[in-house]
């Protein structure tokens, strides 16, 4: 009974010892373990170094991308702020340009009126001329008619004779009917009766004068008792001007329709057409004028009003020709 636990326990330790020398033989050699822990580490650290290289070259690159954006923006900038400059400057350069031409061109047309006045004027005088003379020609057939006449009665009453008689028993002549009659001067002459050149420029040297509400009276004269004739357009076109000049910009607008729609060949058309679109863009009716300023330039391309007209349009922001 003894025996058995002792083989038992022997059994046991035999047992551990085996499984002890199967694990003994079994594992891999504890240097070798070491061997390979070593490599290991070392590769780990390698990477590692890499790994802490190739972040400071990305970190370098990063900065370097950093300031080369930067450095760009700022070029940008730069760039964007020369270009503002630049089209300010262009901006300048056009507004200067188109002050310019409109002076320019207020010159030209201010130049073409008074050329076309003085002609009128011109005109006019020699009409009044003529007219002075023909009065000067009756003049001096009424004296010499009535100096005939006073000759023939003188004779009538003279004695068969001969002998004479004192003067004293002679007819008295009416010395009232030997006088010449006065000379009417135009001035004189009611409007109806004037030439209608002398009537308007009498008119227009009053408006050149400033003095508006006379030459409101007088145009009106000339378009009351000449409507038919040319210089009436003329007369309606400068009423539109002292309107325009007054602020009442409808009623101007309504004399520059006068001109258009009755006087298709009269020298104002051009300027009436201007007139009108600018009366209509100051009583902000913007889409009539422009439109009225397209026809000029439509049917006057190469007048001085239509380079006036373009410059207008193109001041407003509004494209020189039409869209279609």
């Given at each position: 009974?003894?025996?058995?636990?002792?083989?038992?326990?022997?059994?046991?330790?035999?047992?551990?010892?085996?499984v002890l020398v199967l694990a003994l033989f079994s594992a891999p050699p504890i240097s070798a373990v070491n061997k390979d822990m070593v490599q290991l580490q070392t590769q780990v650290q390698e990477l590692q170094t890499a790994l802490a290289r190739l972040q400071q070259s990305n970190d370098e690159r990063m900065g370097l991308l950093k300031d080369?954006?930067?450095?760009?923006?700022?070029?940008?900038?730069?760039?964007?702020?020369?270009?503002?400059?630049?089209?300010?400057?262009?901006?300048?350069?056009?507004?200067?340009?188109?002050?310019?031409?409109?002076?320019?061109?207020?010159?030209?047309?201010?130049?073409?009126?008074?050329?076309?006045?003085?002609?009128?004027?011109?005109l006019g005088v020699n009409t009044s001329l003529q007219a002075?003379?023909?009065?000067?020609?009756?003049?001096?057939?009424?004296?010499?008619?009535?100096?005939?006449?006073a000759t023939a009665a003188a004779a009538a009453a003279a004695p068969a004779d001969g002998t004479g008689a004192p003067?004293?028993?002679?007819?008295?002549?009416?010395?009232?009917?030997?006088?010449?009659?006065?000379?009417?001067?135009?001035?004189?002459?009611?409007?109806?009766?004037?030439p209608v050149a002398v009537l308007y420029n009498?008119?227009?040297?009053?408006?050149?004068?400033?003095?508006?509400?006379?030459?409101?009276?007088?145009?009106?004269?000339v378009i009351k008792f000449y409507l038919d004739n040319n210089l009436a357009g003329n007369a309606f076109y400068y009423l539109g001007e002292?309107?325009?000049?007054?602020?009442?910009?409808?009623?101007?607008?309504?004399?520059?329709?006068?001109?258009l729609e009755q006087y298709p060949d009269n020298s104002k058309i051009p300027a009436a057409h201007l007139h009108k679109g600018e009366a209509l863009i100051a009583m902000k009716q913007k889409d009539a004028g422009v439109r009225e300023l397209y026809t000029l330039i439509q049917r006057?391309?190469?007048?001085?009003?239509?380079?006036?007209a373009r410059s207008k349009l193109s001041g407003m922001g509004v494209p020189v020709t039409p869209r279609r």
């Open positions: 009974m003894m025996n058995k636990p002792v083989r038992l326990t022997f059994s046991v330790v035999a047992l551990a010892i085996f080369l954006v930067e450095k760009t923006a700022d070029s940008v900038n730069k760039m964007s702020l020369n270009v503002t400059d630049l089209q300010k400057g262009l901006q300048k350069t056009q507004d200067a340009q188109s002050g310019k031409v409109d002076q320019i061109s207020d010159k030209i047309q201010s130049m073409n009126e008074s050329i076309d006045e003085l002609r009128k004027i011109v002075v003379q023909k009065q000067q020609q009756s003049i001096d057939a009424n004296i010499q008619n009535l100096t005939q006449q003067a004293a028993s002679l007819p008295a002549v009416n010395q009232a009917a030997v006088a010449p009659p006065p000379v009417r001067t135009p001035a004189a002459i009611a409007p109806a009766a004037q009498t008119a227009y040297g009053d408006y050149n004068a400033a003095k508006y509400a006379l030459a409101a009276a007088e145009f009106n004269d002292i309107d325009y000049r007054g602020g009442k910009y409808a009623a101007a607008a309504k004399d520059y329709d006068k001109v006057f391309p190469t007048s001085p009003e239509a380079t006036l």
